[in-house]
């Protein structure tokens, strides 16, 4: 039930499944944009002449140009020899070349050939960060609202509630709008108390004269019907609550190849 409640659902499996695909791309692009050097180097840099030891393709490309990279030997004075990466896009000089490195007097290793990068790509590169972030808040969303669906089946009551008004949103998921229901119900105290239940079928929710939710007893504004739940629970006619179908271990293999595919891109950003 906990798989099921943190895992299920169409929201879960839509940034899950955003968060697969998108996240290699914030290692391969993102995290080999240059974005520190032109800041570093501008505010306190050296020359000295540096050597080229090996060039080779990336099987990158920037503007339909071939990404190069150009390995290189230095010395700062007094100071033994060094060796760095630089990128250039178009094509790169053969090894054995001269040209001049720039470098960071304090941070001596810090450094990249002039007119190169330090970094594969651009600072533009860095845009692709925005489909991970928006893929980890729909994911952040889920877990919330799965958690509170742990938490009603934990310790919620039930009770029955009657639908009381219904009102669009300008929210669209998959073409439809977003409903926001409005329920009605007695709370322990004999007090009414109603709360709002959003959906994008909002009939599921209207099929009853009255619909069984669930409740927190010491939170009476946090309700839910179980018709609303994940089918990780279900009512039965006598409003008893019962493990819903279809549970399994199944949703956990989005979320493992997540993990996969990020520490497999980590091991490679860290070779």
Known sequence: MRVNALFGGGLAVVGWGLLLFSTPFFWMFAMNAELLAPIVLRASAAKTDGRITATDSTGASEGKRPIYRV?????VPAGPQLSGTSYVTGSAPGAGAELPVEYVPSWPSFSRMVGMRRG???PGAIFVVVFPAVAAVIVGFALRSGRRTLRLLRD?????????SEQPTNVR????????LTFEYVGPDGLRRTFTQRTTEPGELKDERR?????????????TPVDALPKVAVADERGEIAVGPGTGVALLALPLLVALANGACIANQLR
């Open 173 to 180: 998921v998959n073409g439809r709008v977003v409903q926001e």
């Open 71 to 75: 390995q290189y030997t230095y010395q």
């Open 120 to 122: 594969m790509f651009g």
């Open 156 to 164: 919620g009551r039930v009770a029955e509630a009657s639908f009381v």
């Open 211 to 223: 619909e069984t939710i669930l409740f927190l007893p010491d939170e009476p504004d946090t309700a």
